[in-house]
């Protein structure tokens, strides 16, 4: 049986897929709020069923407990799923897929024009609309389609899967770390390669694959003073003022231009090669591209190829706001006794989080021996934050989802790097010991976080058809 039956048969089921999608979408399985965490269970039986008819042995992984809106509930259990290959198993690689069933929090008067757990199919522009669509239940049901195509037409999986699919990760995986290494010499043994589908093109028209996530460490600012907040027309210019000192040391942090005047952070990022520096020079994006996904012309820079690195492959250092000002409308004239300012770096290789944390928390340290004020600094650090994630783009694992794209899209994807963190690509790739890669589905502009969320349906079809390529690229290529 030919490939092409494979991907035609696709085509075939669109209709049916479709559906399965939609019956996702009905799940509000909502992880970060207490009210809809039966849901998040719901949709966890919903997946464990679905893989289990069409021949996976799965199991639910249970995580324990969380405390959560004030109350104590259940964390959704974790699904690993085997499904081997009906001939010569043993001589085929095995791929470790990940992916989610959690989504995040969706009412209409968040700006959705329809119920945002109803899969809507709007014909004119080929759009699905609907939470989870494209982050990430359309994504890991492209899995599921797959197998199911194939056993619809008789063509055996020219790999054994291996999946984990977790219910927190839109709640910061909750668990998820510690079950992954509890189960390291077990489930996760014999793995060749891992594969996750949670991202995104770079832009609407050329797919990509992606292979580096940059890290993320958080620091809070505690500055205070007066035993509580003071009238500023008694105690203006009498006091040394929180909110002044504040603003003192976080412009000491970054400079409008982007550069991270923290001493010693320049010197951990790997040195960019001629090699890096060419994919940069190829990829499908403008200025303009950004403009659009910032609603705004305020790039620092105006060449290409310097906005993509600031975005994937540099550290950048963003400020996120101030606990304890005032902040309502109108005006107040208090001078707060105690406020905390926020603020991350994005990590890159060759950085880690504690180096990090240790230079920031110096430097904010003697930055505040030089202020003189006599208010009271705490610099709070994150030593264990979330570390960079890189992989070789080179590896065999990477050439065969190369060669799918371009079966299915008939151009070469760009090798891109993402300036967001997925934690969890890190742990499996040190679990495993192998290399992992990103094949995303969706476009860059599928609003996965924000209202509406979209996936569009050619990316769902073809997306899929993808996914199945590329298993059958891995059986072929030379580990």
Excluded at 2 to 28: G, H, M, T, Y
Excluded at 107 to 113: A, E, I, P, V, Y
């Amino acid at each position: 049986m030919s490939l092409d039956a494979f991907i035609s048969q696709i085509e075939k089921n669109k209709a049916a897929l479709v559906a399965r999608l939609a019956e996702a979408v009905a799940i509000p399985s909502v992880s970060g709020d207490a009210k809809y965490r039966k849901h998040v269970f719901e949709m966890a039986d919903w997946m464990k069923a679905q893989l289990e008819k069409l021949g996976a042995t799965a199991s639910f992984q249970p995580l324990g407990k969380q405390m959560l809106n004030g109350e104590e509930i259940d964390l959704p259990p974790v699904i690993f799923a085997d499904l081997r290959a009906k001939t010569d198993a043993d001589k085929k690689k095995t791929i470790l897929v990940y992916g989610h069933f959690d989504v995040q929090p969706a009412l209409k008067s968040d700006g959705w024009d329809t119920e945002p757990f109803e899969l809507v199919h709007d014909e004119k522009t080929g759009r699905l609309y609907g939470r989870g669509s494209t982050d990430d239940k359309g994504p890991i049901l492209g899995w599921l389609n797959v197998i199911e195509a194939h056993q619809q037409i008789g063509l055996d999986l020219p790999v054994n899967l291996k999946f984990c699919f977790e219910g927190m990760e839109e709640s910061g995986s909750v668990g998820l770390d510690e079950c992954i290494y509890k189960n390291k010499d077990g489930f996760f043994q014999g793995v060749d390669a891992c594969c996750i589908s949670d991202n995104y093109w770079l832009g609407t028209k050329k797919p990509c694959i992606t292979h580096g996530l940059r890290g993320v460490t958080y620091f809070k600012l505690h500055i205070s003073g007066p035993g509580a907040d003071l009238h500023s027309g008694l105690f203006g210019g009498v006091v040394h003022e929180p909110m002044t000192d504040l603003f003192q040391i976080m412009s000491r942090l970054v400079t409008p231009q982007g550069e991270i005047l923290v001493p010693g952070i320049k010197e951990l990022v790997a040195p960019l090669t001629d090699e890096e520096r060419k994919r940069y020079e190829v990829m499908e994006f403008t200025i303009k591209d950004m403009d659009d996904a910032t609603g705004s012309s305020t790039t620092i820079s105006d060449e290409k190829e310097s906005v993509l690195m600031a975005r994937m492959r540099y550290p950048s250092l963003s400020l996120h706001g101030i606990e304890g000002a005032f902040s309502a409308p109108g005006t107040k004239t208090v001078i707060p006794a105690k406020v905390v300012g926020k603020f991350s770096i994005r990590l890159v290789p060759n950085m880690t989080p504690k180096a990090v944390s240790d230079l920031v928390v110096d430097y904010v340290n003697k930055e505040w021996a030089k202020i003189g004020s006599k208010n009271k600094m705490v610099i709070e650090g994150d030593p264990d934050g979330g570390k960079p994630w890189y992989a070789d783009p080179n590896h065999w694992n990477y050439a065969a989802a190369t060669k799918a794209t371009e079966k299915i899209y008939g151009v070469k994807p760009d090798l891109t790097r993402e300036g967001g963190s997925i934690p969890v690509a890190l742990t499996f790739s040190e679990v495993t010991g192998k290399n992992l890669l990103l094949l995303p589905l969706g476009r860059a502009d599928d609003g996965a976080h924000s209202a509406p969320e979209k996936l569009d349906l050619d990316n769902y079809l073809r997306g899929t058809q993808l996914l199945g390529v590329y298993l059958h690229e891995v059986a072929a290529s030379k580990a």
